[in-house]
């Protein structure tokens, strides 16, 4: 008889939500929901995205990350700034208090990916990411 609870998928399904609740605990001080988290993340690593270019980084489907960045815009996080070459598109920025979350948000990833592999090695840790990327079909990328 196949084994569901043993199956990659469940596994995986439950992994994920497990290290999504142990970041929503994180956050969570900092009204914060995990997609929030992600677009601020790659934000961080590069501000100025357009909502296109955030929605394929994120894998979050731009209508639903139209309200992410609503939240965020109101929250005062970012905000959408005119395109330079395209006036129909927008930029997503960080404003000046967005910017000032990049420590308190690394501290609560760090601390996140600590608590969900704390039964891991080192080398276990990155051979897992190393595995995941290769399912997520994004190795090398």
């Not at 309200?67 to 395109?83: A, F, K, P, S, Y």
């Amino acid at each position: 008889m196949y084994d569901v609870e043993k199956s990659i998928g469940f596994l995986l399904a439950k992994s994920c939500q497990r290290v999504w609740a142990i970041l929503r605990e994180e956050i969570e001080p900092h009204d914060l929901t995990p997609p929030q988290f992600a677009l601020l993340s790659f934000l961080l690593q590069q501000d100025g995205l357009t909502q296109v270019e955030l929605s394929e980084k994120c894998q979050i489907d731009r209508s639903t990350l139209g309200g992410v960045i609503d939240r965020l815009e109101r929250g005062g996080l970012l905000e959408r700034c005119q395109h330079p070459q395209d006036r129909r598109a927008y930029r997503i920025c960080l404003t000046a208090q967005g910017k000032a979350m990049e420590s308190t948000l690394s501290g609560c990833a760090e601390r996140s990916q600590k608590r969900f592999t704390s039964g891991l090695n080192e080398s276990e840790v990155r051979e897992l990411g190393r595995m995941l990327e290769i399912l997520r079909g994004t190795e090398g990328q």
